[in-house]
């Protein structure tokens, strides 16, 4: 805002917002949505004969699931190639190649649309692919600086669909991308509205192939958006925003946010020991799927918060999983930590979560939230017990970690609900190395 411009007009800068707003991609969800992938595009205004590409991993490219992809493409009129290289949790180098073949095969134009197919690596790939064919240069240009140069995303015109096969990310309706900068050691975000997809087609039949082990962690990082997206900040503990462009991103939660961070606590919570020990279980995948993609319409439009902030250290420096390494840092960051901020919210969050608070203070509730949330784990037998179990940390490790979050991390930090300190993150980390014995 120009000097003139607010002596002029309404100066709303310093009083608490009011206005919220969400914006998502379109969502089609069930059993066979997959058959509607073709009509989804041809929605979207692509015509037949457009040549599109699938991006996808090894592993779904083996098990078959990206050929039936394709070839309901194909069934409804467009040419397609599908690119089955996105590495876990993918770095600047990766993102690179994908972009280097779209370049070899189409030149700088690249594709008619895009298809992003797997877990959210693969839908991030996809998302950095679009944007960045579209708006030119490479991936680094986009990220915000220090590490990048912090430039604006300004179209988002070329459709892309992204397909979820894991009931976690949420990178299906985000706007984020997620990658890692290998020498620097760090996890940057590209955040944008114009990195969101136009639409998102969930279908719970490519989940049941999940193993156990990796269902229980993309769960557990499915279940922390949406409890963090409950529990951050309200809306309007912002200031009002100049215009509605400087809105940020993560907003806070709204009415709508904790409509859905409320029913995706209970799906996820409810349905979890299910699937992690009967993964043929279509109804109970469904219901995770379900439950993931409310839990990444509230915590991904709300805000993910600390717990967030400081799962991008460990996972870049130990290549732990983003799912696993949330799952460990949720008991002491956003159930420990952040309880403070507002007892009365995590009481009625240890009831979603399943505990029985009955004869409870309200404070005693709330700390029986972290409980539960820790009985959980525990039934599900295949998550870790603490950073320690993780990835060997010890507390001779805690200082760069921490140091490492507030520096690097202050878009998620700015947002949590209690103001944290570099000593705080350490002694959060240090609650966090064993959370049972
Ligand atoms: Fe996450």
């Given at each position: 805002m120009s000097y003139e411009r607010s002596v002029s007009a309404p100066d709303h800068r310093f009083e608490p917002e009011t206005v919220w707003n969400l914006q998502m991609p379109e969502i089609r969800f069930g059993r066979g949505a997959v058959e509607e992938l073709g009509f989804q595009f041809h929605d979207l205004g692509v015509e037949d004969g457009a040549h599109g590409l699938v991006v996808t991993d090894e592993n779904l490219a083996d098990l078959g699931h990206a050929d039936r992809v394709r070839e309901h493409l194909e069934d409804a009129g467009f040419e397609v190639d599908v690119y089955d290289d996105c590495e876990r949790e993918p770095s600047l180098e990766a993102v690179g190649e994908c972009l280097s073949f779209v370049r070899d095969e189409q030149g700088e134009a690249g594709y008619d649309f895009y298809v992003g197919f797997g877990g959210g690596s693969c839908l991030d790939t996809a998302k950095v692919t679009r944007a960045v064919i579209e708006?030119?240069?490479?991936p680094l240009d986009y990220v915000?600086?220090?590490?990048?140069?912090g430039k604006a995303l300004t179209q988002s015109n070329i459709p892309l669909v992204l397909m979820p096969t894991?009931?976690?990310?949420?990178?299906?309706?985000?706007?984020v991308a997620i990658l890692s900068v290998e020498e620097k050691q760090i996890k940057e975000g590209i955040s944008s509205n114009h990195v969101r997809a136009d639409a998102a087609v969930l279908d719970p039949t490519f989940t049941t192939t999940l193993p156990p082990d990796i269902t229980a962690k993309t769960a557990m990082d499915a279940l922390g958006h949406a409890i963090e997206g409950y529990t951050t900040h309200q809306f309007d503990d912002l200031l009002r925003a100049d215009d509605p462009a400087s809105r940020p991103t993560y907003a806070g939660r709204t009415p709508i946010t904790d409509q859905f961070s409320e029913a995706a606590i209970s799906l996820l919570s409810s349905n979890v020991r299910q699937v992690v020990n009967n993964g043929d279980d279509i109804e109970a995948r469904s219901a995770m799927l379900q439950g993931a993609l409310f839990g990444a319409i509230a915590g991904l439009t709300a805000g993910a918060t600390l717990c967030h902030a400081m799962a991008y250290p460990v996972g870049n420096r130990y290549h732990t999983f983003h799912g696993e390494t949330i799952a460990v840092l949720t008991p002491a960051s956003t159930l420990g930590y952040n309880a403070a901020s507002d007892p009365e919210r995590f009481a009625r969050l240890a009831e979603m979560l399943?505990?029985?608070?009955?004869?409870?203070?309200t404070s005693e509730a709330a700390k029986e939230a972290k409980r539960e949330y820790i009985r959980l784990q525990r039934d599900l037998n295949v998550l870790p017990s603490g950073l320690n179990e993780l990835a060997g940390i010890t507390e001779d490790d805690l200082d760069w970690l921490a140091e490492q979050t507030t520096d690097t991390q202050k878009r998620l930090l700015r947002t949590n609900p209690r103001p944290v300190t570099t000593e705080d993150v350490h002694d959060i980390f240090a609650d966090a190395l064993y959370n049972w014995e």
């Amino acid at each position: 805002m120009s000097y003139e411009r607010s002596v002029s007009a309404p100066d709303h800068r310093f009083e608490p917002e009011t206005v919220w707003n969400l914006q998502m991609p379109e969502i089609r969800f069930g059993r066979g949505a997959v058959e509607e992938l073709g009509f989804q595009f041809h929605d979207l205004g692509v015509e037949d004969g457009a040549h599109g590409l699938v991006v996808t991993d090894e592993n779904l490219a083996d098990l078959g699931h990206a050929d039936r992809v394709r070839e309901h493409l194909e069934d409804a009129g467009f040419e397609v190639d599908v690119y089955d290289d996105c590495e876990r949790e993918p770095s600047l180098e990766a993102v690179g190649e994908c972009l280097s073949f779209v370049r070899d095969e189409q030149g700088e134009a690249g594709y008619d649309f895009y298809v992003g197919f797997g877990g959210g690596s693969c839908l991030d790939t996809a998302k950095v692919t679009r944007a960045v064919i579209e708006n030119g240069g490479e991936p680094l240009d986009y990220v915000a600086e220090p590490t990048g140069k912090g430039k604006a995303l300004t179209q988002s015109n070329i459709p892309l669909v992204l397909m979820p096969t894991t009931a976690g990310t949420g990178a299906e309706t985000s706007p984020v991308a997620i990658l890692s900068v290998e020498e620097k050691q760090i996890k940057e975000g590209i955040s944008s509205n114009h990195v969101r997809a136009d639409a998102a087609v969930l279908d719970p039949t490519f989940t049941t192939t999940l193993p156990p082990d990796i269902t229980a962690k993309t769960a557990m990082d499915a279940l922390g958006h949406a409890i963090e997206g409950y529990t951050t900040h309200q809306f309007d503990d912002l200031l009002r925003a100049d215009d509605p462009a400087s809105r940020p991103t993560y907003a806070g939660r709204t009415p709508i946010t904790d409509q859905f961070s409320e029913a995706a606590i209970s799906l996820l919570s409810s349905n979890v020991r299910q699937v992690v020990n009967n993964g043929d279980d279509i109804e109970a995948r469904s219901a995770m799927l379900q439950g993931a993609l409310f839990g990444a319409i509230a915590g991904l439009t709300a805000g993910a918060t600390l717990c967030h902030a400081m799962a991008y250290p460990v996972g870049n420096r130990y290549h732990t999983f983003h799912g696993e390494t949330i799952a460990v840092l949720t008991p002491a960051s956003t159930l420990g930590y952040n309880a403070a901020s507002d007892p009365e919210r995590f009481a009625r969050l240890a009831e979603m979560l399943g505990a029985d608070t009955t004869g409870m203070s309200t404070s005693e509730a709330a700390k029986e939230a972290k409980r539960e949330y820790i009985r959980l784990q525990r039934d599900l037998n295949v998550l870790p017990s603490g950073l320690n179990e993780l990835a060997g940390i010890t507390e001779d490790d805690l200082d760069w970690l921490a140091e490492q979050t507030t520096d690097t991390q202050k878009r998620l930090l700015r947002t949590n609900p209690r103001p944290v300190t570099t000593e705080d993150v350490h002694d959060i980390f240090a609650d966090a190395l064993y959370n049972w014995e």
